[in-house]
């Protein structure tokens, strides 16, 4: 079992920055792919960026590549989302995901087993 607990979240104007970080419980935190996603309003859940097991490989979603930067911890049990160049449409609540590692970089919502609480991402124009 995984307990996942975001941070970092709040209100930023446009080309601003915020790190969100993703706190996880348990000691097989190293085993476990990790994902960021998320959920703007009326929309649906959505993939955003993805760390392999040891963070030696990430994915991106193509509207956020060269703007965030996905990078773990091990030693802390916690994974990072580096936002930068923030757009208002990046307003969302994120979502920070635990996968087995044999599914490390996947984009797909089912794949995640474990799922923090999410933190809110607002940015002004």
């Known amino acids: 079992q995984v307990q996942l607990v975001e941070s970092g979240g709040g209100l930023v104007q446009a080309g601003g920055s915020l790190r969100l970080s993703c706190a996880a419980s348990g000691p097989t935190f190293s085993s476990y792919g990790m994902g960021w996603f998320r959920q703007a309003p009326g929309k649906e859940r959505a993939f955003v960026a993805a760390?392999?097991?040891?963070?030696?490989?990430?994915f991106y979603a193509d509207s956020v590549r060269g703007r965030f930067a996905i990078s773990r911890d091990n030693a802390k049990n916690t994974v990072y989302l580096q936002m930068n160049s923030l757009k208002p449409e990046d307003t969302a609540v994120y979502y920070c995901a635990a996968t087995p590692s044999r599914y490390s970089g996947s984009t797909y919502m089912y794949r995640y087993n474990y799922w923090g609480q999410g933190t809110q991402v607002t940015v002004s124009s």
């Open positions: 760390t392999t097991w040891n963070g030696a490989t990430t």
